[in-house]
C-alpha cells in the first residue's frame, strides 16, 4: 500500500528563520514519483516539485530545496529565509498506479513577521 | 490560461438532499480527478477519467456518488443522497494525457461540501 507520513501538523517560524518539512512515504514499487504541493488560503493546490525514484540528487529553486533520501524513503522541504507569503499548508504525494496522488495530512506552515 | 475551475465554492445541504459539484479542467487536459479531503484526513483518491472514460473509479466510497464527464470536458460528481460523513472539500485535478504517465496535476480551488 501506498502510505506518506507527514508527522508535524503545525509549525511556526518567525520571518527569515528556515522551516524543514518531513516527509517519509512507503511503497512496494521500485519506480515512483515523489511530489510537493503548496495550499495557499486561496485554496488551489500549487505544483512545487516532481522527483522519481532513480534521481537522488537534491534540487534547490530560489528559497526552496529539496532532500530526498531513498535509504530513509524520506522527501525533506526546506523553506529559507521564510517570508510571510510562505505561509500556507504544504503537502508531499506519491504518485502510483494511473498517476493516482496518495498525500500525507500536510504541514501548515506559520510564518510571523 | 484559465486554470481548473470547480462550482460551487461552498454548499450547505441537509442530509438526505441531493448535490452536484462541477470541475472545469485546464483546457487540452485529458486527464481529469476528482479528491476528497474530509476533516483531519489526508486528500484521498476518488476516480480519475481519461476523455469521457472512467479510468479508475477505486477510490469511489460508495453507490451513492455519481461521476460523469460527458464530452470528455467538464465534469460532475453528484452525490444523493447525502450523509453527513460526505462533508469535505472536494478537490478536482486536471493534467495532460501524454506519453508519460506522471504530469503534474493542476488543482481547482475545492469545494467545500457542508452536510448537516
Known amino acids: 500500500a501506498q502510505k506518506v507520513t507527514q508527522a508535524q501538523t503545525e509549525i511556526s517560524v518567525v520571518e527569515k528563520e528556515d522551516v524543514t518539512l518531513d516527509c517519509v512515504y512507503e511503497?512496494?514499487?521500485?519506480?515512483?514519483?515523489l511530489f510537493w504541493y503548496k495550499q495557499p488560503p486561496s485554496g488551489e493546490l500549487v505544483f512545487l516539485i516532481r522527483?522519481?525514484?532513480?534521481?537522488?540528487q537534491n534540487e534547490i529553486s530560489g528559497r526552496y530545496s529539496w532532500n530526498f533520501q531513498k535509504s530513509t524513503s524520506s522527501f525533506n522541504f526546506t523553506i529559507t529565509a521564510s517570508q510571510v507569503v510562505d505561509s500556507a499548508v504544504y503537502f508531499c504525494?506519491?504518485?502510483?498506479?494511473?498517476?493516482?496522488?496518495?498525500f500525507g495530512k500536510g504541514n501548515q506552515v506559520v510564518v510571523i513577521p | 490560461e484559465a486554470g481548473v475551475t470547480q462550482f460551487p465554492s461552498h454548499s450547505v445541504i441537509e442530509k438526505g438532499q441531493t448535490v452536484t459539484l462541477r470541475c472545469d479542467p485546464i483546457?487540452?487536459?485529458?486527464?481529469l480527478y476528482w479528491y476528497r479531503r474530509v476533516m483531519g484526513k489526508e486528500i484521498k483518491f476518488l476516480l480519475h477519467?481519461?476523455?469521457?472514460?472512467?479510468?479508475?473509479e477505486s477510490g469511489m466510497p460508495n453507490n451513492r456518488f455519481l461521476a460523469e464527464r460527458t464530452g470528455g470536458t467538464y465534469s460532475t460528481l453528484k452525490v444523493q443522497p447525502a450523509e453527513l460523513e460526505d462533508s469535505g472539500v472536494y478537490f478536482c485535478?486536471?493534467?495532460?494525457?501524454?506519453?508519460?504517465?506522471?504530469?503534474?496535476?493542476?488543482f481547482g480551488p475545492g469545494t467545500r461540501l457542508t452536510v448537516l
Open positions: 522527483r522519481n525514484s532513480f534521481d537522488e
Open positions: 483546457s487540452g487536459h485529458d486527464n
Open positions: 477519467f481519461v476523455k469521457e472514460s472512467k479510468q479508475d
Open positions: 485535478a486536471s493534467s495532460q494525457l501524454t506519453g508519460f504517465s506522471y504530469n503534474e496535476q493542476f
Open positions: 504525494a506519491l504518485a502510483y498506479g494511473n498517476n493516482r496522488l496518495a
Open positions: 511503497t512496494r514499487d521500485t519506480t515512483y514519483y
